[in-house]
């Protein structure tokens, strides 16, 4: 599957984004997805994932903030961000795999990033 995220931007803090991945090929339902973010000189971290089944994580600097969701239909998961802080800037990227988990070792897929920086 090739995956495509979109919605990155500059944005002030306190406000809302949305980032979508549409991916293309087999159907998402056969997959596991998530979202996770890179800022400059940290480690990659999964900030939110979602099962096949519907269960999801969210990583403890995210919680109650940020919400994973996919449609099947469209084939595109998102990840909704609120009340965004500038230590939310990172790139974000969209996973896949077709393993179903909830926090998997690794993805075999991988989209492209979309910087999201967020400014106080």
């Known amino acids: 599957v090739q995956l495509q995220a979109s919605g990155g931007g500059l944005v002030q803090a306190g406000v809302s984004l949305r980032l979508s991945c549409v991916g293309s090929?087999?159907?998402?339902?056969?997959?596991?997805v998530g979202w996770f973010r890179q800022a400059p000189g940290k480690q990659r971290e999964l900030v939110a994932a979602?099962?096949?089944?519907?269960?999801?994580y969210y990583a403890d600097s995210v919680k109650g903030r940020f919400t994973i969701s996919r449609d099947n239909v469209k084939n595109t998961v998102y990840l909704q961000m609120n009340s965004l802080k500038p230590e939310d800037t990172a790139v974000y990227y969209c996973?896949?795999?077709?393993?179903?988990?909830?926090?998997?070792?690794?993805?075999?897929?991988w989209g492209v990033g979309t910087q999201v920086t967020v400014s106080s």
């Open positions: 996973v896949a795999d077709p393993v179903n988990g909830l926090i998997l070792p690794r993805y075999d897929y």
């Open positions: 090929g087999r159907t998402f339902n056969r997959y596991a």
């Open positions: 979602n099962t096949r089944g519907g269960r999801s």
